[in-house]
C-alpha cells in the first residue's frame, strides 16, 4: 500500500460516553455523545461534519486534537493510532493537527499580546529564538491578511473576523497538515464569514491542507466540502460526496437538515417539500 | 481604539475618576509612609510614660494633641507606631493565604477529579466555621502574640480565598484559549500557571485587598479579647481594649483614637479593592 | 399575501422619522445611527438587515429606549407609537405605552428567563401585572398560549424551569410570554441567531403564524439575507448607521441596487451547481476591509472604501436615498436606494 492510499485520520468504532461514574451512594447515568463512529479522511480533501447541536460532531474533532480521549475505538493517523504514541510522537502530532474555534473572543488569553501567544509554542516546542519566532509570526500574521503591528494587540482590540483570522495565523505558525476547523464562522458577520471561508480556501490550495470542517452553516458546507458526513444523536447516519448529500439525501435526518437551509432562489425546494413532509409526520 | 494606554497613564485616568479611590489609596500611602518614619513623625516613644501627673489628658492638652491613656502615654505617638503592627498584621497573613490559595484552588479547578475533589472538601470542613470562631480557637491553641495571631488569620482565609480561585479557574477552563494551549502541547504546569493564572489573579487581588480590611478589624478585635498583641506593644485594637476601662469616666477618646484609625483604615482598604478591580480589567479604556 | 389585510390608509403603527442616536463617547459625541426612517403597517412583518457596527441593534434599542442613560447623548427626530411621540413623553407614561403596545423577543432565551421560577408562573406574572384577570384565568391564558406556540404537552412545559428545556422550547416560551400581554408589535432581536437551522426554521415558522393569527406586527433585525428571503414583506438594510436600501423584500432580494446589498447577497454561496454534472466551480464573492469606525469622521459614501462599483466622486460627496424603479408596485412601498449609482425612478 502507497501513503496516499493510507488515509490521513481514520477514526475507527469510536465510543465517547460522559458521567457514569461511580460516587459513594450512586451511580450516575451515563451519556453516549459518540456512538461507534467510524469515518475516513483523506489527504487533502474537506471533509464536512453536520448535524444538530449535541450530535456529537464536536467531541469527535476534540478527540482527534486529543484533547479528550475516547472511552472506546481508536483513532489513527498516518495508519498510527494517536493513543499509543510515544511522547516525542505526541509532541511532533501537536505541531501537525491544529484547530481553529467558533468562538473567537475566548480563542486567544485576554491578557497577553495576539503575537506572544502565537509565538509561544515555536519558541517553547521548537526552540526559535525569540527574534526567529517573531519573524515567523509576522509571516503568518502577513498569510492571515493582518498587519505585523496586530502582533501587539491584545484580543480585545480586534474586531471578530480579525481575530478569528489571528486564531487561523496560530494554527499555521507551526506548519500543520491537518486543520479541525469547529465551526470557524458562526459567530460571523455574513461578509466575514465569506472572508474566511475564502481564505481557508486559498491557504488549502497553497499548502494542501486537510480539513475537518464542523459547522452548522449548511450553504457553507454544500459549497467548501468535498464530503460530507451527517450525525444524528452521536451516529453517523450518511456519509457521501457533497454533491450527493445535497441532491439525493437518503436518510430523514438529513432530509430534515437540508430542508432548514433558507435560501433566496427556489432551490433545494424539492428537498424542502420532502423536509416538511418529514417535519409533519413526526 | 487600538492604541493601549501605558500603564501610568491608566493609574491616573482611573485616579482622576474615582475621587474615593484616590481618597482610599493616600491614606493608604500615608499610612504605609506613617509606619516606615514613625520614629521621626511621633512625638514620644511609644511607651514612654511622660509623668504621673499626665494620666488621661484631654485631647488637645499641651504637647498631647489627642491626650494621652491611663498609663500617660501619649495616644498620638502610639497610633503612630499601631501602623506598623495594623498594616503587619493586615496585609501580611493576606498576602499568605492569597499564594497559598492561588496554588491550591488552580489546581483543584485544573484537576477536577480526585485531587480537585477532595482538596476542595477539606475547605468545606473550615469553611463551615464561622471565620471569626475559627481564628479565637486558633489563636487561643496557639497561645496569644502577634506571629500567632498572623498565622490564625492565614489559615481562616485560605478558604474563602481558595473557593474564589477554584471557581474562576473552572469557569476559566472551560474557554477556548485553554483549549488552543493544550492543543500545541503546552504543558500542564504551563497551561495552569501561565494561562490560568492571569485570568484569575485580578479577581483574587481584588478580594485580598478587601480583605485587608476586614483582617484589620478581626485582628484589632482578637487584640481587644486580649489573644492578639500583648501589652505593652503600640496596637491599635489593644489600644481600643485597654481604653474600655476608662470609657465610661468621662475619657471616651481613649477608646475613640484608635477605633476611628482602624475603621478609616479598613474603609480605604475596601476602595483600594473596587479601584483595583477596574484597573486590572483589559478592556477597561 | 397575510389573512390579515394590509391597509395602507391606516396611519402606521409604528413611525420612525429622522432618528439619529447620539452616544457619549470619550471624545465627544457620536450618531450611532442617522436619519433613520421606518414606517410599520399593522399586520407587516418588517426585517431590518445588517452586519455588526451597522445600527440595527441601536435602532431596536433607540425604539425600546433602552440605551443606559450614562451612554446616551440624546435623540434626535421622531419615534411614534400610534400618533404618539416616545421621545417627547415622560418616563411613566413611556413605559406603560411602551409595555402595552411592544413587546421584545431577543436572541439569548437563557438570559429573558428568570433560571429560579417555573416558566408557566413567570408568563402568569406578566398576565396578572398587564390585564385585570384571576389568577386562575391567567394559569388558563398561559396554558392557552403555549399550546398555540406549538407546545405539545403545554402542562408539563407550565412547570418546568428554563434550564430544562432546549433551546427551541425556550424561545417558544420567550415569544409566548411576549405575545402574552397582547402587543401590536413584537420586536424580534436575532431571535433565531443561537438555535440549529430545523429549530431557526420551527421558531421562525412560529413568528409567521402569530403574524398571521394574531395579526401581530413584527420587526425583527437579522443579519442572515436567509431570513430575510423567508419572512419578510419589507427589509430594511443598514450599513454604519444609515439606511442604505429599502423596500419591499422581494424587490430587494430580486433586484437589489446598492452595491452593499449586491454584495452581501452574493457572499451566500450558491447552490445551483448541485444540481449539474460538474463540481463546484463557483467561488465565494468577498467584501473586503471592515466596518468603518463610525467614531471617525467619514466624507462621502460611507461604504465607498468597500465598495466594488466606487469611483473617486463616492468619497466626496455624500448620497441620498433616492427612489428607484421598483419591479411591484403593490403596498404603495418605494424602493430607495443611497447610492449614487442607483438607476433612477
Known amino acids: ?282 | 481604539m487600538n492604541t493601549e494606554l501605558s500603564w501610568g497613564s491608566k493609574v491616573m485616568r482611573i485616579f482622576g475618576k474615582d475621587k474615593t479611590a484616590a481618597l482610599g489609596i493616600t491614606i493608604i500611602i500615608v499610612t504605609a509612609l506613617v509606619a516606615i518614619f514613625a520614629d521621626w513623625l511621633s512625638p514620644y516613644g511609644p511607651n514612654s510614660a511622660a509623668d504621673t501627673a499626665q494620666r488621661l489628658a484631654m485631647p488637645g492638652t499641651a504637647g498631647h494633641l489627642f491626650g494621652t491613656d491611663d498609663q500617660g502615654r501619649d495616644i498620638l505617638s502610639r497610633i503612630i507606631y499601631g501602623t506598623r503592627t495594623s498594616l503587619f498584621s493586615s496585609i501580611v497573613p493576606v498576602v499568605i493565604s492569597a499564594v497559598v490559595s492561588m496554588c491550591l484552588g488552580i489546581i483543584a479547578g485544573f484537576f477536577q477529579g480526585r485531587i480537585g475533589n477532595s482538596l476542595m472538601r477539606i475547605m468545606d470542613v473550615f469553611f463551615a466555621f464561622p471565620s471569626v470562631l475559627l481564628a479565637i480557637a486558633i489563636a487561643a491553641i496557639l497561645g496569644p502574640g502577634l506571629l500567632n495571631v498572623c498565622i490564625a488569620m492565614v489559615i481562616v482565609r485560605i478558604p474563602y480565598m481558595t473557593r474564589i480561585v477554584y471557581t474562576d479557574t473552572i469557569q476559566e477552563m472551560q474557554k477556548e484559549y485553554v483549549e488552543a494551549s493544550r492543543a500545541y502541547g503546552m504543558g500542564r504546569a504551563a497551561v495552569m500557571f501561565r494561562e490560568i493564572m492571569p485570568n484569575v489573579l485580578p479577581s483574587l487581588i481584588v478580594y485580598s485587598a478587601t480583605l485587608c480590611g476586614v483582617t484589620i478589624v478581626t485582628v484589632a478585635g482578637l487584640s481587644f479579647i486580649g489573644l492578639g498583641v500583648q501589652p505593652p506593644t503600640a496596637d491599635w485594637g489593644l489600644m481600643a481594649s485597654e481604653g474600655q476601662n476608662v470609657l465610661m469616666q468621662g475619657d471616651p477618646y481613649v477608646t475613640l483614637f484608635p477605633g476611628l484609625a482602624i475603621i478609616i483604615l479598613a474603609f480605604a482598604f475596601s476602595t483600594l479593592g473596587d479601584w483595583l478591580r477596574d484597573l486590572l480589567d483589559p478592556t477597561q479604556k | ?345
Open chain 1, 1 to 282: 500500500m502507497t501513503k496516499a492510499d493510507v488515509p490521513l485520520v481514520k477514526v475507527d468504532h469510536l465510543i465517547k460516553s460522559f458521567g457514569g461514574k461511580r460516587s459513594l451512594f450512586s451511580k450516575s447515568k451515563s451519556i453516549h455523545a459518540v456512538k461507534d463512529v467510524s469515518l475516513s479522511i483523506n489527504r487533502g480533501e474537506t471533509f464536512g461534519l453536520i448535524g444538530e447541536s449535541g450530535s456529537g460532531k464536536t467531541t469527535i474533532g476534540r478527540m482527534i486534537m486529543k484533547l479528550m480521549d475516547p472511552t472506546d475505538g481508536q483513532i489513527l493517523y498516518d495508519g498510527k493510532s494517536i493513543s499509543h504514541f510515544s511522547k516525542k510522537e505526541m509532541k511532533d502530532y501537536r505541531s501537525k493537527v491544529q484547530i481553529i474555534f467558533q468562538d473567537s473572543g475566548s480563542a486567544f488569553n485576554p491578557r497577553r499580546p495576539i503575537g506572544k501567544q502565537i509565538a509561544y509554542p515555536l519558541i517553547k516546542n521548537k526552540k526559535y529564538s525569540q527574534d526567529a519566532a517573531m519573524k515567523e509570526v509576522y509571516h503568518c500574521l502577513e498569510m492571515v491578511g493582518l498587519r505585523k503591528d496586530f502582533a501587539n494587540r491584545y484580543p480585545h482590540q480586534l474586531s471578530g473576523g480579525q481575530r478569528q483570522r489571528a486564531g487561523i495565523a496560530r494554527a499555521l505558525v507551526l506548519h500543520p497538515e491537518f486543520l479541525v476547523l469547529d465551526e470557524p464562522v458562526s459567530a460571523l458577520d455574513v461578509s466575514v464569514k465569506a472572508q474566511i471561508v475564502s481564505l481557508l480556501e486559498n491557504l488549502q490550495k497553497e499548502f494542501n491542507f486537510t480539513y475537518l470542517f464542523i459547522a452548522h452553516n449548511l450553504d457553507l458546507v454544500a459549497y467548501f466540502c468535498d464530503r460530507v458526513a451527517v450525525m444524528y444523536k452521536g451516529e453517523i447516519v450518511e456519509v457521501n460526496t457533497a454533491q450527493q448529500i445535497f441532491r439525493h439525501p437518503q436518510n430523514k435526518v438529513t432530509k430534515k437538515l437540508l430542508g432548514s437551509i433558507l435560501t433566496l432562489d427556489g432551490s433545494l425546494n424539492e428537498i424542502k417539500s420532502e423536509a416538511y413532509e418529514i417535519n409533519s409526520i413526526n
Open chain 3, 1 to 345: 399575501m397575510n389573512m390579515i389585510e394590509k391597509t395602507d390608509s391606516q396611519d402606521p403603527v409604528l413611525n420612525i422619522e429622522h432618528l439619529t442616536t447620539k452616544i457619549k463617547i470619550s471624545s465627544g459625541e457620536v450618531s450611532v445611527i442617522e436619519d433613520i426612517n421606518l414606517k410599520l403597517n399593522k399586520g407587516e412583518i418588517m426585517v431590518v438587515v445588517g452586519e455588526s457596527g451597522s445600527g440595527k441593534s441601536m435602532t431596536i434599542n433607540s425604539i425600546m429606549q433602552l440605551i443606559p442613560k450614562k451612554l446616551l447623548k440624546g435623540y434626535e427626530g421622531s419615534i411614534k407609537l400610534d400618533q404618539s411621540d416616545l421621545l417627547t413623553m415622560n418616563d411613566r407614561d413611556k413605559w406603560k405605552l411602551r409595555g402595552n403596545k411592544i413587546s421584545l423577543v431577543t436572541q439569548n432565551a437563557m438570559t429573558s428567563l428568570d433560571p429560579s421560577y417555573r416558566v408557566g408562573k413567570q408568563i402568569v406574572e406578566i398576565i396578572l401585572a398587564s390585564q385585570h384577570v384571576s389568577k386562575a384565568d391567567a394559569k388558563g391564558k398561559t396554558i392557552d398560549l403555549l399550546k398555540k406556540m406549538g407546545i405539545e404537552d403545554p402542562e408539563r412545559i407550565y412547570q418546568s424551569y428554563p434550564h430544562q428545556l432546549s433551546g427551541g422550547l425556550r424561545q417558544r416560551v420567550i415569544i409566548a410570554m411576549a405575545l402574552s400581554c397582547n402587543p401590536e408589535i413584537i420586536i424580534a432581536d436575532e431571535p433565531t441567531s443561537a438555535l440549529d437551522p430545523t429549530v431557526q426554521l420551527q421558531v421562525l415558522d412560529l413568528l409567521k403564524d402569530v403574524n398571521r393569527n394574531f395579526g401581530t406586527t413584527i420587526l425583527m433585525i437579522t443579519h442572515d439575507f436567509g431570513v430575510v428571503s423567508y419572512m419578510a414583506d419589507k427589509v430594511v438594510v443598514m450599513y454604519a448607521g444609515q439606511i442604505v436600501e429599502t423596500g419591499l423584500a422581494k424587490d430587494v432580494i430580486n433586484d437589489p441596487q446598492h452595491p452593499y446589498t449586491k454584495s452581501l447577497l452574493k457572499c451566500i454561496p450558491d447552490l445551483k451547481w448541485i444540481y449539474s454534472n460538474s463540481n463546484n466551480n463557483t467561488s465565494l464573492f468577498n467584501i473586503p476591509g471592515e466596518v468603518p469606525d463610525l467614531t471617525k469622521k467619514i466624507t462621502g459614501c460611507r461604504f465607498a472604501a468597500r465598495c466594488f462599483k466606487a469611483v473617486a466622486q463616492c468619497s466626496q460627496i455624500q448620497p441620498e436615498l433616492k427612489k428607484v424603479n421598483a419591479l411591484s408596485s403593490e403596498n404603495n412601498m418605494e424602493h430607495l436606494s443611497r447610492c449614487i449609482f442607483a438607476k433612477e425612478d
